[in-house]
Nanobody, 124 residues
Framework: EVQLVESGGGLVQPGGSLRLSCAAS????????MSWFRQAPGKGREWVSA????????YYAESVKGRFTISRDNAKNTLYLQMNSLKSDDTAVYYC?????????????????WGQGTQVTVSS
């Protein structure tokens, strides 16, 4: 059974940092690309960042480029999202997602499993 469990969310002040983690199990982690998505209150799901199976290729939404860094540790079956210079607009539930293939980008249809999400709130 595929499981994706996010952690690391919380309340942070504007300009602060958080590191999200996604622990994966039930599949061969290093065979697949992974992504982070987010959903803010009253809005649709938004793609944030993607990483290829080996971590060599990374992609970011324009809204987070230069502030967020996606990475993965295939030995630990874990995906990460380092978020710096956080803004109130970054407030959302963040989800990790498993891709259908070794490379994937921003399309939701490229992903087949999702975690339960972790809440990130940026507020003073």
């Amino acid at each position: 059974e595929v499981q994706l469990v996010e952690s690391g969310g919380g309340l942070v002040q504007p300009g602060g940092s958080l590191r999200l983690s996604c622990a994966a199990s039930g599949f061969t982690f290093d065979d697949y690309a992974m992504s982070w998505f987010r959903q803010a209150p009253g809005k649709g799901r938004e793609w944030v960042s993607a990483i290829s199976w080996n971590g060599r290729d990374t992609y970011y939404a324009e809204s987070v480029k230069g502030r967020f860094t996606i990475s993965r540790d295939n030995a630990k079956n874990t995906l990460y999202l380092q978020m710096n210079s956080l803004k109130s607009d970054d407030t959302a539930v963040y989800y990790c997602a498993k891709a259908l293939t070794a490379w994937a980008r921003s399309g939701s249809s490229e992903y087949d499993y999702w975690g339960q999400g972790t809440q990130v709130t940026v507020s003073s």
